[in-house]
């Protein structure tokens, strides 16, 4: 990977350049971090150990898991030696690489976590139609579109990155590869690589969200002509999970690119990257398990054949 820049290596600078909160934030980050292998490691294992999970529903959930657990593998180690090492270098294939699978793995949870909504729409609003609708080819085809979809807007980026030049500081204030870092320190005419940045971001952003927000409109619609109590229990319950996931993490990738002030908006956007670089991808497997009677029967399940 090669490109005009005299700049080999960069620096990350890291969350915070306060070096007495290094240390109890490399424990914080390192619990996260552990937490994070363990709960996503230990739901693909139960969804693959337990036959009454293999519906649409759960593969959908595989497959956010997975993107979750490679998603911290790739940001994660890197941003615990920020808090460790005087001077945390990564080189510029490194970086590029970084960055390429930090918006392939994005990418694809947006497309996995709209597939999702589709999937609790098709549940509630045409339960009788659910098995043909949501048959495992057309899971496939949807899992198999999203990954190609986040690795083409993956490919964007870093192209776009690596036809920069980089040929003055080699600083990142962050503790990743992100795109708007970057683009700070290039030396050559940002302004076409901000513009893709802005048309795929809101494009995926706008067309995901238009999608979510329908299909929980149609879903909202039909619980409305629920007259139960158990008919508005099972429709909470089915995607009260999907939904918190959804908030927490649209919620916090808009408050990352909500440029508030110049001065601020790089704090802002590193604070709230937090959330999804890092809480994020811990939460789901306890929202996703916490909430859910299947997950907590085959836990038990599983326990039992180990046990014995």
């Given at each position: ?10 620096i990350l600078v890291g969350l915070t350049d306060q070096s007495q909160l290094h240390l109890p934030l490399f424990f914080l980050f390192l619990l996260n971090y552990v937490f994070t292998v363990v709960g ?51 080189s510029f294939t490194e970086c590029m690489t970084q960055l390429f699978f930090f918006c392939f793995f994005v990418h694809s949870e947006c497309y996995v976590l709209t597939a999702m909504a589709y999937d ?164 789901n497997p306890l929202i996703y398990s916490l909430r859910n009677k299947d997950v907590k029967c085959a836990l038990k399940k599983t326990l039992k054949r180990i046990a014995n």
């Amino acid at each position: 990977m090669e490109n005009d820049s005299s700049v080999m290596e960069f620096i990350l600078v890291g969350l915070t350049d306060q070096s007495q909160l290094h240390l109890p934030l490399f424990f914080l980050f390192l619990l996260n971090y552990v937490f994070t292998v363990v709960g996503n490691l230990s739901l693909i294992n139960l969804i693959c150990l337990n036959s009454h999970l293999h519906t649409p529903m759960y593969f959908f959930i595989f497959n956010l898991s997975f993107i979750d657990l490679c998603h911290s593998l790739v940001i994660t180690p890197k941003m615990l030696m920020n808090f460790v090492s005087e001077k945390n270098v990564i080189s510029f294939t490194e970086c590029m690489t970084q960055l390429f699978f930090f918006c392939f793995f994005v990418h694809s949870e947006c497309y996995v976590l709209t597939a999702m909504a589709y999937d609790r729409y098709v549940a509630i609003c045409k339960p009788l139609l659910y098995t043909v609708t949501m048959s495992s080819q057309v899971c496939s085809l949807l899992m198999f579109g999203s990954y190609v979809m986040g690795f083409a807007g993956a490919m964007v980026h870093t192209g776009d990155m690596v036809r920069l030049s980089f040929c003055d500081s080699n600083i990142i204030s962050h503790y990743m590869c992100d795109i708007f870092p970057l683009l700070q320190l290039s030396c050559s005419s940002t302004y076409a690589s901000e513009l893709v940045t802005s048309v795929i971001v809101g494009t995926v952003g706008i067309i995901s969200s238009f999608i979510i927000f329908i299909s929980y409109a149609l879903i909202l619609s039909s619980v409305l002509h629920v007259s139960s109590a158990q008919g508005w229990s099972k429709a909470f319950s089915t995607c009260g999970s999907h939904i918190v996931t959804v908030g927490l993490f649209y919620g916090s990738g808009l408050f990352t690119h909500l440029k508030t002030s110049p001065a601020g908006s790089m704090g802002q956007g590193k604070f709230f990257s937090v959330f999804y670089t890092n809480v994020v991808p811990m939460l789901n497997p306890l929202i996703y398990s916490l909430r859910n009677k299947d997950v907590k029967c085959a836990l038990k399940k599983t326990l039992k054949r180990i046990a014995n």
